[in-house]
């Protein structure tokens, strides 16, 4: 029995407060349940205020055995940012990824031991999980990628060395990475944009992998929605189509796209976690006890 909570970018407090609430207490620094377990789906670090309180928790409760988590693209952004090849940062150390890792930087500023320390346990997470009664991810579950995860990792884990594999551009553990920890993307018609939520110029879309985007607008199909774009149709080049998460497969639990309004299954087998705690929305979770079919009874906010 395991309680899936989405993307918690450093809001810590609110954690415990979530915990709390499912029932969890805290002994000895550590917090646990007599019967259910946490499954942390990614997005650890980033944005909030109490980033270095959100590792403690979520590191103790996996290393006690009271949880089990995988690795969020925030995670793998860290390893990126932090680590050098031939001479240059796997992630650019530009304006905007320096900004998008900014609260994590502040918060541990004179702290290199401790973060380091944090570094490396990030890499003892899996890219994804899979269970008799359900499959987790961050961002999208693809049998192509996860395939390609299978074969190329040991245990779904990034080693050194397989994460500077995974930065090169092109290859198959580079788009299975991407496509696993950030999702999909549909491309936009020519002259065709918009701008995210940070800001920046966008022109394609990540889009809702678990439906057919054929005959929807781009509106429609995108994850969140995008409203201003309800006025483009799709357009999909014959045999491009993505695949579309069953309905007779198991359930399959992620975070990553920052939903708004009151948390709720998408699908009777699709549960997405995250609701934008990080622009005061809700930190979700869903009490999963190996139901077939999803029920919005079950997901728990605060």
């Avoid at 403690?56 to 932090?82: D, P, Q, T, W």
């Avoid at 985007?213 to 309800?230: R, S, V």
Wanted: with cysteine; hydrophobic share 35%.
């Amino acid at each position: 029995m395991y309680d899936f909570i989405g993307d918690i970018h450093g809001y810590g407090l609110h954690l415990e407060a979530l915990l709390l609430k499912l029932g969890y207490e805290r002994y000895n620094g550590v917090y646990k349940h007599p019967e259910r377990k946490v499954f942390f789906l990614g997005d650890y670090i980033d944005r909030g205020p109490e980033i270095e309180l959100t590792l403690k928790i979520v590191r103790s409760m996996v290393e006690e055995g009271h949880a089990l988590a995988i690795m969020g693209n925030h995670e793998y952004n860290a390893l990126c940012f932090e680590t050098k090849h031939e001479g240059a940062y796997l992630r650019p150390h530009n304006p905007g990824t320096i900004n998008q890792y900014q609260a994590t930087l502040h918060q541990f500023a004179g702290k290199k031991d401790s973060y380091q320390s944090y570094l490396n346990w990030f890499y003892t997470l899996p890219l994804f999980y899979e269970d008799s009664t359900f499959n987790a991810v961050h961002a999208c579950w693809d049998s192509k990628a996860i395939n390609v995860l299978k074969s190329a990792l040991n245990d779904n884990r990034l080693s050194h060395g397989k994460l500077i594999n995974s930065c090169q551009k092109g290859t198959a553990l580079n788009d299975a990475v991407e496509v696993a920890l950030k999702g999909k993307e549909l491309e936009l018609p020519s002259g065709h944009h918009f701008f995210d939520k940070d800001g920046k110029k966008r022109q394609h879309i990540r889009f809702k992998w678990w439906e057919n985007p054929a005959g929807k607008t781009y509106g429609e199909a995108a994850i969140p929605n995008q409203a201003h774009l309800n006025h483009i149709n799709v357009q999909l080049d014959p045999g491009t189509l993505s695949e579309v998460y069953p309905v007779a497969h198991k359930p399959v639990f992620f975070g990553h796209y920052w939903l708004k309004g009151e948390p709720m299954i998408q699908k009777s087998n699709v549960c997405c976690l995250d609701f934008s705690i990080a622009k005061k929305g809700y930190l979700a979770a869903y009490r999963f006890d190996g139901e077939g079919l999803l029920d919005n009874q079950q997901i728990v906010y605060v």
